[in-house]
């Protein structure tokens, strides 16, 4: 896995449209954040957010949840995720596009 590819997938991952043909799910969503704050920030630096802010909460609890991780293991598993959640709409074209476009990069 390269930087590149970290790269591309959190372009594609930018890019999709929100009514498009891959929907990533809340839970995906929040994998996602967290994986790309402990790629480019590290560990958690920051206080849990308060009792009602509710996506604060679980936002920082994705990048928390991810403690310890290098920033190459969290790209990683970035790309690797996008890249599962991609092959599950392979007979879709844009998922199959983009998964190339990250496999090439």
């Known amino acids: 896995m390269s930087s590149a590819q970290f790269d591309k997938a959190v372009s594609i991952i930018g890019s999709m449209p ?3 043909p ?14 790309f704050k402990q790629a480019s920030n590290g560990d958690v630096n920051t ?3 308060g ?21 190459d293991e969290a790209k990683k598993e970035y790309v690797d995720h996008l890249l ?4 599950k709409h392979s007979d879709n074209e844009d998922a199959k596009k983009w998964a190339d476009e990250i496999r090439a990069a």
């Open 22 to 35: 891959v929907q990533p799910t809340q839970s995906d969503q929040l994998t996602f954040y967290g994986l």
């Open 51 to 71: 009792m009602m802010d509710f996506t604060g909460k679980a936002k920082w609890d994705a990048w928390k949840s991810r403690e310890g991780l290098s920033a």
């Open 47 to 49: 206080s849990r957010p």
């Open 84 to 87: 599962s959640l991609l092959d």
């Open 18 to 20: 929100k009514d498009g």
